[in-house]
């Protein structure tokens, strides 16, 4: 590894809906490899949690972090995190969500806007693009404004299936300003930003954001950037994140970040 620091802050084990692994076995490939830090974030998608018993996978989840965290105390920094997504459209299983344990990490996800499916299932044409964008970015600031999260996780998540999957492409100058309220909001509330490499290994090929979202989010005072390979298996853990660190150092980036109970722990890139 070119790094020191190596740090895996966004990956899915099998108390995910769509995970394949125990948190033991990622843990093993984690120190195996050599990684400073791993995160376990399962998905805690607020709005089905009732109705589909997240809490009970959310809480398997915690306790197989704290047995993993007992058994590789000596050779990897094993931190306790959940991925919220859409907590505004369910706030009562956000908060509810947010008792089950002393977290160190909390990631902030929109992966389906209200009353739609996941990003993924959505069909896109010319016709509806723009209105599901600028629907997102409406969804996103009010995420951002809500203020429960660390990190906002892959800020330009559609963007994964428009481009890699559906193939077309957006005009994005036209949602600048919008992006640029939602990154102002994280520094005002002096929270991180996520930069997500599953695209690395996905068909968009590119990281979520690139690197014009980093250098406006340095540009406008943003201090801390989390890495996460958004595994959801144990082979996929730390894909794409020495890339990350690559992107970050030419953003002028020196440091990024890891969180533990909740607080930023700034790690040298270099």
Not at 22 to 48: F, K, P, R, W
Not at 208 to 217: A, C, G, W
Not at 240 to 259: A, K, P, Q, R, S
Request: with cysteine.
């Amino acid at each position: 590894m070119r790094y020191r620091f190596i740090s895996d802050s966004h990956t899915h084990s099998e108390c995910s809906f769509d995970g394949n692994d125990s948190v033991i076995m990622m843990c093993e490939q984690a120190s195996g490899i050599g990684l400073y830090s791993l995160t376990i974030t399962d998905h805690c998608e607020c709005n089905e949690y009732f109705e589909k018993n997240v809490r009970e996978d959310i809480s398997r989840s915690i306790f197989q972090i704290s047995k993993s965290r007992a058994m590789y105390h000596d050779k990897l920094h094993v931190y306790a995190g959940i991925e919220l997504g859409q907590p505004t459209q369910n706030p009562a299983a956000a908060e509810d969500a947010l008792t089950l344990c002393d977290y160190d990490f909390v990631l902030g996800s929109l992966h389906n806007l209200k009353n739609e499916q996941d990003f993924y299932f959505l069909e896109y044409t010319e016709e509806n693009l723009y209105s599901l964008l600028d629907r997102y970015c409406d969804e996103l600031l009010e995420l951002a404004q809500q203020n429960l999260f660390d990190s906002l996780a892959h800020i330009d998540y559609p963007l994964r299936y428009i481009i890699g999957n559906a193939k077309l492409k957006p005009d994005l100058w036209h949602f600048y300003e919008r992006i640029d309220e939602v990154l102002k909001t994280l520094i005002k509330n002096d929270k991180a930003l996520e930069v997500n490499t599953s695209g690395l290994r996905q068909i968009i090929g590119r990281t979520l954001p690139e690197t014009d979202v980093i250098k406006r989010f340095r540009e406008l005072g943003g201090k801390y950037i989390t890495l996460g390979s958004d595994a959801h298996r144990w082979g996929d853990i730390s894909s794409g994140i020495e890339d990350g660190l690559d992107m970050l150092n030419e953003c002028g980036y020196t440091h990024f970040t890891v969180y533990e109970k909740r607080k930023p722990k700034l790690l040298p890139i270099l």
